[in-house]
């Protein structure tokens, strides 16, 4: 496990790897929406569109994540 730095306070994530998969875990801590810019999310290895796999929705790696308050977002952001 991997601690990264999510630019927000309010936001504490990190990555898990095992065999060829690595997850990006974000949890909000706040009662409201937070951000993770995307600069961040780069910097944790967010390429391309990204898969939750928490909701099977797939998030745009080209804007700010935005997380609702007391929410949870697992990214796949293993390599293709």
């Known amino acids: 496990m991997e601690v ?18 690595r997850l990006l875990i974000v ?6 929406q937070q951000l993770m810019g995307v600069a961040h999310l780069r910097d944790c290895g967010v390429k391309g569109d990204v898969v ?3 909701k099977d929705e797939i998030l745009s790696s080209g ?15 293993s390599a293709p």
Do not use: C, K, V
């Not at 949890?27 to 409201?32: A, K, M, P, R, V």
């Not at 949870?72 to 952001?77: C, E, K, T, V």
């Open 4 to 21: 990264i730095n999510t630019g927000n306070p309010h936001l504490f994530g990190y990555i898990r790897a095992f065999n060829h998969q």
């Open 27 to 32: 949890n909000n801590f706040s009662e409201q």
């Open 52 to 54: 939750n796999l928490l």
């Open 63 to 77: 804007s700010d994540m935005l997380l609702h308050d007391y929410q949870a977002i697992w990214l796949d952001i």
